[in-house]
């Protein structure tokens, strides 16, 4: 089930009563519902994915008791419970990738060995959330949780199942114990929220992907400055529609009362690569940061030591992202352009809580003129093509195509009015916690400026409907 389709339309409202005027009398219950609803959403697609929750579910939660029991044995118990998960999303995500790699390098026939296999949806996702979870009981930084209806309703909560946030046992386990009472301001805080990630993810990212996905398609016989075009649809459609994601997904869970961590933080108006990551799918890099970086001896073990640690934690996120290495590639680019900043001791500079200024503009547009680039790597079937889009991008460049070949005129003047309200609202509140997160000052500190601008948002919502486009980071 999709947060853009109409059957969730149903199943939200419908799940919301049901969790505060049905369920709410004990917790118990109410987490029960949880994991009911959640299992419900998930096996909209396919009811054999919920085999597969159930069990990574059900080997963290005896893992989490065995290492608690087993004090002596705890590094194994927990070492076992990593092997068999990643086992797990080793086999559906990265199988075929791997036999078929293994066959091209020694010039061999895959032949039965590869399989016809399904790929879960949000199997990256839900398997990280719970490795974080025995992960911390192994370094004591969490008690075993003892009722599995609780631990089941970390790992599945259907708000950020499928695309994240990717949350930490430290931070969301323990909102399903005690009590949770509905609060009125952090409903509306969410319902504003799932209101902007809607638009960003039907109206930009959508109509982004319209041109994208033909220029991509045609980029062989398109000229430099629609492929460089292309490259920035691209980017604007795989942020407004993960981001877009990720702020449906934090609304939501707060009409149910629980506390997810931000996953974006306007990611690009970022000042150099290194604040770039620290603003892009948040969830995961400090994911990697933690459970891998880290414990790898970080930036402290010695300058060979830490380039070779940023470019293990780099290629693990690209191949993360998926089973091609164009990926992995991606991975190494953005690397490379973080060693540098690394060497130089500049990869903090940038870490403060102030935002960007008009005065860096050159630095953000060169900053994101680098990950364009690296979107083109992301974007291409093969490395091949990447290469062949980058070069043709740099040889070609004229004025000379027009962008209506690609991307369709309503569809065209619909982005120049939409792109400037996204970037005007983001870069007003980039210091605020969401873009409709409104300050005391200004002019939406009146109640009519307010609704006129969630009437315009809505209008522009349920007139593009139609074109619905699934989440790019479903297929991760």
Known sequence: MSFNSWPFAVFLPVTFLLYW??????????????????YLFYGWWDWRFLLLIAFTSGCCYLSGLGIERYARHARLINAANIVVNLAVLVFFKYWNF??????????????SVTLNVILPV??????????SYSIDVYRRRIAAEHDPVVL?????????????PIERATQLLPQFGPARTFRYEEAVDGCRLMLWGLF??????????????????????????????????FAFQIYG????????????????????????????FSRDIAEFWRRWHISLNTWFRDYVYIPLGGSRCGRLCAVRNTFVIFLLSGLWHGANWTYVAWGAFHALLFVPLLLTGRNRRFSG?????????????????????????????????????????????????SLTQYLSRP??????????????????????????DFGPRGIFRFRAARWSLYYILTIFILANIGKVETFIYFQF
């Open 411 to 436: 569809s065209l003047r619909l982005l120049a009015w939409t792109m400037p309200l996204l970037l005007t609202a983001e870069w007003l509140s980039r210091n605020r916690a969401h873009a409709l």
């Open 122 to 131: 949000g199997i990256s996702f839900y398997t990280f959330q719970a490795l």
């Open 21 to 38: 005027f049905v369920f709410q009398r004990r917790v118990r219950w109410q987490n029960l519902f949880v994991v009911a609803a959640s």
């Open 353 to 401: 809580p102030e935002a960007a200024s008009l005065r860096e503009m050159p630095r953000m547009l060169l900053t994101l003129a680098l990950v364009c680039i690296g979107w083109i790597v992301f974007r291409s079937e093969t490395i091949a093509d990447a290469w062949s889009y980058i070069m043709r991008m740099f040889r070609d460049f004229s004025a000379e195509g």
């Open 152 to 164: 089941f309703a970390y790992i599945s909560f259907f708000p950020q199942l499928v695309a994240g």
């Open 241 to 268: 529609d993960f981001s877009g994601y990720s702020d449906i997904a934090i609304g939501c869970s707060k009409l149910f009362g629980i506390r997810l961590q931000r996953n974006f933080n306007v990611p690009y």
């Open 200 to 233: 960003k993810k039907v109206v930009i990212a959508d109509t982004c992907a319209e041109g994208a996905n033909n220029i991509f398609a045609y980029y062989d016989s398109a000229d430099g400055g629609i492929l460089a075009l292309g490259a920035l649809l």
């Open 98 to 111: 791997f036999v078929d790699s293994f066959a091209a390098l020694f010039g061999l026939d895959p032949g």
